[in-house]
């Protein structure tokens, strides 16, 4: 069979199920719909959890930009898996405690305050949204290589298949199937992986494989050295060694950990759990469930690059084999014959340099360099697809509930029925999947700048906001709010100068500190705790009942009635 | 509960995480970063210690950090009774002698 054949199977098989479980696990009321009834089992939250957060740039581009960034690509494996720390020990256990669906409930009822509950939803629905957009693009360029359909056909089918599937189910639905599209990513991950680690190897265990020695076909001796004795041959600079400033990377890796940590889609997962206990084991099992996949990438990345260069560098152009051209014609392969000999020079030099290789495809073409079965290949798309649907849906939840629940029943229409406010939660979807897919399909050149952004700016804003607000019972609202607008702002302008008005200027001597764009949000969150503390000191105290509830997140078990005197 | 146990109970709680974070904050940003060059210089197998550690070795670290929380807080849970399905006010004699 070809491999056309095997993806329409493959994707065929894998939305029947997704569809199948959203028609079994109907959402009847708000309850379900925003915290699927609230009685996941740890277990199957982790699973969720994993799914929701391993988008279409973890499944498809991550091990791409390890395998050009070398060691500097840590940022990304400990910023994105280090948060989770942060999100089991600082954040879940007391906000499924205080047991209400959304981020900015949490932010509107500790800080006791609209406008702070406003700026929540306002920073949640921007970020979900860019987020959003991204996995639409994912699945349409996915859709469009593997199926050869064109990509807005493949953008359709996605947004029809979440929209089917989030606003029958909501939360529930969203719940379920995003289980099995976990079961479907890690596989499709790992099936190829193991498959090369063998290949060159000889270790069926790709977290060992890329640190054993290459076989005799291969040319033996240690892989490591081998990729960085290439990669200083060609003047890539050395694999295993760090090329950016060790200030830059502590401060990007502390962005990623800090806005994974804060981002909305992440946290309501653990509103789901049935107690405070579960929340704690939920997010172990998340954390197991992400680091296999995590640990699995930058195998993935030195295997890829090995092979890439052995398979190119100074080849003739015409012996290419066939996954060449077809890469070619999406233009994620660009060859260009500098100096006219017919072969192919792959150098770190950009002036002799002919080839250019869109990081996206080091997953993607990998089990066809690597010339593995065709089923393998197919089952990587398949794999994409669930990586990207199962975030969107997680996202457009994020949006729709914001909508329904904070503004429209918190805010502008507080007397809707329970039947009401579950119909704007799923007009809500409709109206975010469509201008999703509006922007997959014409997407904004900045969106995947945008993207790894969107961490900066939640680190800078929520994350301390929510930190303060459990930890430091006299936090109040002038304090959190002063803290959440000078973080988000200092942030935001900051990447906005360097990214958007003065893209000449973004070099290390003219960043502060040295500091990259992508890092920013670290200072951001620094500087939001240091406003929010100053403020603080000098207004008043938060309020007895605020007190209560803080003392009340913070002990496990029952909840207990304000109105008891002691605690 | 009393006051004062909800006191201790939340002190011992913040003294179980800033012991987890320090060593979250060494495996990452110490060993995975700051140390990695120094680190290169001892080997396992094909890896450079500080570049496993950045790639590998700190992942692993973040999982056990975790379930090592998991246990402390059982434990701790446990010790004040908040593991039961709670009756609060019943289970306040006693707990201070046990803590």
Same mark, same amino acid.
């Given at each position: 069979m070809s491999v056309q054949l095997w993806t329409y199977l493959f994707v065929f098989l894998s939305f029947s199920l997704y569809i199948g479980i959203a028609v079994w696990s109907r959402a009847g009321s708000t309850h379900d719909f925003y915290v699927a009834g609230g009685g996941v089992k740890p277990l199957v939250n982790g699973m969720a959890t994993a799914a929701d957060w391993m988008s279409a740039a973890s499944f498809i581009s991550m091990a791409g930009l390890i395998s050009f960034l070398g060691r500097d690509g840590t940022y990304y494996l400990m910023g994105w898996t280090g948060g989770y720390v942060l999100l089991a020990l600082l954040l879940a256990p007391y906000? $499924?405690?205080?047991?209400?669906? =959304? %981020?900015?409930?949490?932010?509107?009822?500790?800080?006791?305050?609209?406008?702070?509950?406003?700026?929540?939803?306002?920073?949640?629905?921007?970020?979900?949204?860019?987020?959003?957009?991204?996995?639409? *693009?994912?699945?349409?360029?996915?859709?469009?290589? /593997?199926?050869?359909?064109?990509?807005? =056909?493949?953008?359709?089918?996605?947004?029809?298949?979440?929209?089917?599937?989030?606003?029958?189910?909501? &939360?529930?639905?969203?719940?379920?199937?995003? %289980?099995? *599209?976990?079961?479907?990513?890690?596989?499709?991950? &790992?099936?190829?992986? @193991? /498959?090369?680690?063998?290949?060159?190897?000889?270790?069926? !265990?790709?977290?060992?494989?890329?640190?054993?020695?290459?076989?005799?076909?291969?040319g033996g001796g240690y892989l490591l050295d081998r990729l960085d004795g290439v990669s200083e041959q060609l003047g890539f600079g050395t694999y295993t060694e760090g090329q950016k400033s060790t200030q830059d990377v502590f401060f990007i890796t502390a962005a990623l950990m800090f806005g994974t940590a804060g981002l909305p889609h992440v946290i309501i997962r653990f509103f789901t759990v049935p107690s405070v206990r579960d929340a704690r084991r939920s997010a172990g099992y998340a954390l197991i469930f992400i680091a296999i996949l995590y640990t699995t990438a930058p195998a993935i990345a030195a295997f890829s690059k090995v092979n890439l260069m052995n398979t190119v560098n100074n080849a003739e152009y015409v012996s290419m084999p066939s996954w060449f051209s077809t890469w070619e014609r999406t233009s994620l392969i660009v060859f260009d014959d500098k100096n006219g000999d017919g072969r192919i020079q792959y150098v770190g030099d950009p002036e002799t340099n002919e080839l250019t290789v869109n990081r996206d495809i080091m997953v993607l073409a990998n089990p066809e360099i690597a010339r593995l079965p065709n089923w393998v290949v197919a089952l990587v798309a398949a794999g994409a697809l669930a990586a990207a649907l199962s975030t969107a849906a997680g996202l457009l939840l994020v949006i729709s509930t914001s909508i329904s629940h904070d503004l429209m029943k918190r805010c502008l229409a507080p007397h809707i029925t329970e039947k009401q406010e579950l119909r704007?939660?799923?007009?809500? !979807?409709?109206?975010?999947?469509?201008?999703?897919?509006y922007f997959g399909i014409n997407p904004p050149g900045f969106v995947a700048e945008v993207v790894a952004f969107a961490f900066g700016l939640a680190a800078a804003s929520f994350f301390p906001a929510i930190v303060l607000g459990i930890f430091y019972s006299r936090m109040n609202r002038q304090g959190a709010v002063a803290g959440m607008v000078t973080g988000f702002s200092f942030t935001a302008a900051y990447i906005i100068f360097f990214k958007f008005l003065s893209p000449e200027l973004s070099n290390a001597s003219h960043w502060w500190f040295?500091?990259?764009?992508?890092? +920013?949000?670290?200072?951001?969150? #620094?500087?939001?705790? !240091?406003?929010?503390?100053?403020?603080?000191?000098?207004?008043?105290?938060?309020?007895?009942?605020?007190?209560?509830?803080?003392?009340?997140?913070?002990?496990?078990?029952?909840? +207990?009635?304000?109105?008891?005197?002691?605690? | 509960?009393?006051?004062?146990?909800?006191?201790?109970?939340?002190?011992?709680? @913040?003294? +179980?995480?800033? $012991?987890?974070?320090?060593?979250?904050?060494?495996?990452?940003?110490?060993?995975?970063?700051?140390?990695?060059?120094?680190?290169?210089?001892?080997?396992?197998?094909?890896?450079?210690?500080?570049?496993?550690?950045?790639?590998?070795?700190?992942?692993?670290?973040?999982?056990?950090? #975790?379930?090592?929380?998991?246990?402390? &807080?059982?434990?701790?849970?446990? *010790?004040?009774?908040?593991? *039961?399905?709670?009756?609060?006010?019943?289970?306040?004699?006693? !707990?201070?002698e046990q803590s």
């Open positions: 906000l $499924r405690k205080f047991g209400k669906f =959304t %981020v900015p409930a949490f932010i509107g009822e500790r800080y006791y305050s609209q406008s702070a509950r406003l700026t929540a939803v306002f920073c949640a629905i921007v970020v979900s949204f860019v987020y959003v957009c991204g996995q639409m *693009q994912g699945a349409g360029i996915v859709f469009s290589r /593997f199926l050869e359909v064109d990509i807005t =056909t493949g953008v359709i089918i996605g947004m029809a298949i979440v929209f089917f599937y989030a606003v029958l189910g909501g &939360m529930k639905g969203i719940t379920y199937t995003q %289980v099995a *599209q976990y079961c479907v990513l890690i596989f499709a991950y &790992m099936v190829p992986a @193991v /498959f090369i680690s063998l290949m060159m190897t000889g270790n069926p !265990i790709p977290q060992l494989g890329f640190g054993s020695e290459l076989t005799p076909e291969y704007y939660a799923r007009m809500a !979807i409709f109206v975010a999947v469509l201008i999703a897919g040295g500091i990259s764009p992508e890092g +920013i949000g670290t200072f951001g969150t #620094i500087l939001n705790l !240091i406003v929010a503390l100053s403020v603080c000191k000098f207004t008043a105290a938060p309020p007895e009942e605020v007190q209560t509830i803080v003392r009340n997140i913070r002990l496990p078990g029952e909840h +207990i009635e304000p109105s008891k005197p002691a605690i | 509960m009393s006051d004062k146990n909800a006191r201790s109970y939340w002190q011992a709680n @913040v003294r +179980i995480v800033l $012991r987890l974070l320090c060593v979250w904050f060494f495996i990452s940003f110490g060993c995975g970063i700051l140390l990695a060059d120094f680190l290169d210089q001892f080997r396992i197998g094909g890896f450079k210690l500080g570049f496993w550690m950045a790639q590998q070795g700190s992942i692993y670290g973040f999982v056990i950090l #975790i379930y090592v929380y998991i246990r402390q &807080m059982d434990k701790l849970d446990h *010790q004040y009774k908040l593991d *039961q399905t709670q009756s609060a006010d019943s289970s306040d004699t006693n !707990i201070e």
